[in-house]
Nanobody, 121 residues
Framework: QVQLVESGGGLVQPGGSLRLSCAAS????????MGWYRQAPGKQRELVAS???????YYLDSVKGRFTVSRDNAKNTVFLQMNSLKPEDTAVYYC???????????????WGQGTQVTVSS
């Protein structure tokens, strides 16, 4: 079994900052990409940022320059530093990991439970 546990969401004023964390635990052989998705009410889930095991990153255009994704491979943890937050960043943020449970298994996607981020004055 694999678990992804998120932390760090909350309420923040526009222009403020939050840092999300997500730790993967359980039967893990290797983790390829880890990332963050978000889903706002009435909208589809979208990929916000991701990072591979070698450090290659991807960012949604609307968060470039404001959000930074990083990871600690030794601790199977991914972070999302969110600065200059805007009301349109309000959503439930989900951690995702593409990982192999054993040397011989294929790569599967695992999800965290989601953490609410609300940007409002």
């Amino acid at each position: 079994q694999v678990q992804l546990v998120e932390s760090g969401g909350g309420l923040v004023q526009p222009g403020g900052s939050l840092r999300l964390s997500c730790a993967a635990s359980g039967s893990i052989f290797s983790i390829n990409a880890m990332g963050w998705y978000r889903q706002a009410p009435g909208k589809q889930r979208e990929l916000v940022a991701s990072i591979t095991s070698t450090g290659s990153t991807y960012y949604l255009d609307s968060v470039k320059g404001r959000f930074t994704v990083s990871r600690d491979n030794a601790k199977n943890t991914v972070f999302l530093q969110m600065n200059s937050l805007k009301p349109e960043d309000t959503a439930v943020y989900y951690c995702n990991a593409a990982l192999k449970s054993t040397r011989y298994s294929g790569s599967d996607d695992y999800w965290g439970q989601g953490t609410q981020v609300t940007v409002s004055s």
